[in-house]
């Protein structure tokens, strides 16, 4: 399979604990993106690479919230103190850098904070 | 500031009635994107279609047609002859030219077809 995978698929966690998640990225693609949705919502963009480089992070909810994508390939992000309103799914896409934002989506990590 | 409604939340229709899922947009940008993507039960979001602004043609693939109409500021999606198997939700998202990063996604359409 050749698509972006995310791991893990489920995450239960207590409030206060720390949890990091995982995307491996099309192998081509320059760019990754994170995302957060919530039920009912549509995705909403937290922050993306283009390579290593992290180009924009304005958009993460909060510093509890950090991504990285060390060697350009794939990518963790972490919530530290993770809060009850953290509990969504966290999905990952990636692009070509040239098309346009045509973007793959994986399954997503579904959080839960109890 | 830009900007996707998709005023209808869920819409329920019987397998082969036609059916289109409304979406609005708002932009200060002249080049933008607009996508659909349909997230069927299983999770995963799925690219359906890319349309840039410069670009007003409709375009029918299969059963799907898009209406794209810059005046109003729509982007509309229609399935033909509805199957069961186009039950899921479908996001539509702009893209603005100067900010590509940042896609903006309605709020998504659920759509039910029954049998």
């Known amino acids: 399979d050749t698509g972006v995978s995310q791991d893990p698929r489920h995450k239960i966690t207590k409030r206060g604990q720390n949890v990091t998640f995982r995307c491996d990225p099309i192998?081509?693609?320059?760019?990754l993106y994170w995302y957060r949705q919530t039920l009912g919502q549509g995705p909403e963009f937290l922050t993306y690479f283009q390579n290593e480089a992290q180009l924009e992070k304005s958009r993460l909810l909060s510093d509890r919230f950090s991504a990285e994508r060390p060697k350009g390939s794939f990518s963790t992000l972490e919530i530290q103190r993770t809060e009850q309103g953290d509990s969504a799914m966290y999905l990952c896409?990636?692009?070509?850098?040239?098309?346009?934002?045509?973007?793959?989506f994986g399954p997503g990590t579904r959080l839960t904070v109890l | 500031a830009q900007k996707v409604t998709q005023a209808q939340t869920e819409i329920s229709v019987v397998e082969k009635e036609d059916v289109t899922l409304d979406c609005v947009y708002e932009t200060r940008d002249t080049t933008y994107y607009l996508f659909w993507y349909k997230q069927p039960p299983s999770g995963e979001l799925v690219f359906l279609i890319r349309r840039n602004s410069f670009d007003e043609q409709n375009e029918i693939s299969g059963r799907y047609s898009w209406n794209f109409q810059k005046s109003t500021s729509s982007f509309n999606f229609t399935i033909t002859a509805s199957q069961v198997v186009d039950s899921a939700v479908y996001f539509c998202a702009l893209s603005e030219r100067g900010n590509n990063n940042d896609m903006r996604f309605g709020a998504g359409t659920r759509l039910t077809v029954k049998p």
């Open positions: 192998s081509e693609h320059n760019r």
């Open positions: 896409a990636s692009s070509l850098l040239d098309s346009y934002n045509e973007q793959f």
